[in-house]
């Protein structure tokens, strides 16, 4: 059938997906056709978020009328080994239960993180309107409200803090919509609203950043640096002028309940501010930097304190599709009045034709690994023991199996190594680690589609 008369045929041979030329599997630079709106709305990945347009984002297009649907999914099924996790920790625990000093214990769980993206992009006069929604089934995937991660915290289950674990991704990720309209020459301005969404706040969240794509497991600074990337009424309004993006939002700042199945109630009471560049370099748009501030009423249901979370962080994707990131994220806690910090350099590196090697380096001053037992921490911190530097080292490999249908399969596994103060050697041990090895589909356009 014949392109809808909206949009243009140049339009639809430069979005990713719609360009038969080069193989699937080859970056397309997403430029723009002749609505730019649309095609600034259609490069998001979620909330406001941009990446570099020199990345190919793993996407279906087609065409209904005179509305362009992008879907976006992938799923991994993993299990993971893990050494140096303290007995009794990670299980659900009453607060103030003591903790076992003796050699730590191993972990292994075997689960599902997956999402599922649906937009949808109609003209609006000169400009453009999008509809979309994320859904997660990871409530069902991942049992016992958490996935076993060393180090991990933030959030709770069973209304105890969370601890050496990360909590599953809400049903509904994602139910917003935006509007994007020129405003001057190459100056458009944009609303968007979310009954749950992604505010102007952080870097793009890790399950949707290029170089995080083979990595199944949450960055250790997530609660640092992007955890606002589900957020119940959320409102941003922004300006871009070609590749500058100028933002602010208003959200509610309380982190999800522990009921990942419905949508929350929440005034927006917290805001945040964001400007993120995308400059042209030798001709290719391969860099997205941001930086953004924001503060968080009450986010934590076991704390009573707001925080304020400044971060920044540039992101580089070659026309290769080697992608890598350097983010970091600071969260000042107003109850204890002190900051800790995080940094993660991460980077995906295409090897030949089916082979994709990680890396992720991550820092970060760990505060809440005690949570769980509140008179220890007093203690420790009573030693000057508030917060724990502890690095982290992952190494990976995906192996790209083939197509299915379209969606893309591979296997792959990691390994990462942690790096702990002499004071967590008794509760961690002296050399934690964990393996992850898993399977992952994602969905990735092997062919144009049409829909009569």
Same mark, same amino acid.
């Given at each position: ?23 699937? /599997? ?108 994320? *859904? ?127 949508i929350s109630v929440c005034g927006m009471d917290s805001w945040s501010a964001r400007m993120a560049i995308s400059p042209v370099i030798a001709g290719v748009r391969g ?25 920044? /962080? ?11 990131? *350097? ?63 502890? /690095? ?22 990691? *390994? ?37």
């Open positions: 059938m014949a392109a809808p008369a909206a949009w243009s045929q140049s339009d639809r041979s430069e979005m990713p997906g719609m360009n038969m030329g080069p193989p699937a /599997s080859a970056p397309v630079p997403m430029k723009m056709g002749a609505n730019a709106s649309a095609g600034m709305l259609l490069r998001q990945s979620s909330g406001t978020d941009v990446q570099p347009q020199s990345w190919a984002m793993p996407q279906l297009m087609q065409d209904v009328g005179r509305w362009r649907l992008m879907w976006m999914g992938q799923a991994f099924v993993t299990d993971v080994q893990q050494w140096g996790v303290p007995q009794g920790v990670v299980a659900p625990v009453p607060a103030g239960a003591p903790v076992n000093e003796q050699e730590p214990t191993g972990l292994d769980k075997l689960y599902s993180t997956n999402w599922g993206m649906l937009a949808a992009v109609h003209p609006l006069g000169p400009g453009a309107v999008m509809l979309r929604s994320m *859904l997660s089934l990871e409530p069902a995937t991942i049992s016992d409200r958490r996935y076993p991660e060393l180090f991990q915290t933030g959030e709770t289950a069973y209304g105890v803090s969370i601890v050496n674990g990360q909590h599953p991704h809400n049903f509904v990720m994602e139910l917003a919509g935006e509007v994007a309209e020129p405003m001057h020459k190459d100056i458009r301005g944009y609303i968007y609203y979310g009954f749950v969404g992604d505010p102007a706040l952080g870097p793009t969240a890790y399950p949707h950043r290029a170089s995080a794509a083979e990595f199944p497991q949450a960055a250790l600074g997530h609660h640092y640096e992007d955890s606002t990337h589900i957020a119940d009424n959320v409102a941003t309004v922004g300006v871009e002028d070609g590749w500058v993006r100028l933002e602010a939002s208003g959200f509610c700042g309380r982190e999800p309940g522990e009921n990942r199945w419905t860099l997205t930097a941001q930086v953004s501030t924001g503060r968080l009423t009450h986010p934590e249901a076991a704390s009573s304190g707001d925080i304020e979370r400044t971060t920044a /962080s540039a992101e580089y994707v070659t026309q290769g599709g080697w992608a890598s990131s *350097l983010i970091w994220g600071r969260n000042y806690k107003t109850d204890g009045r002190y900051a800790v910090n995080a940094l993660t350099a991460e980077t995906l590196v295409p090897v030949k034709h089916n082979n994709l090697v990680t890396g992720r380096y991550e820092w970060s001053q760990r505060d809440e690994l005690f949570d769980y037992d509140p008179a220890l921490q007093q203690e420790l911190a009573a030693d000057g023991h508030r917060w724990f530097d502890v /690095s982290a080292f992952t190494e990976g490999y995906t192996r790209v199996l083939g197509n299915w249908h379209n969606a893309e399969l591979g296997a792959g596994a990691n *390994l990462t190594e942690y790096y702990v103060p002499d004071a967590l050697r008794p509760y961690y041990g002296k050399y934690p680690m964990g393996v992850s090895v898993y399977v992952r589909a994602r969905l990735k356009a092997m062919r144009a589609m049409q829909m009569n």
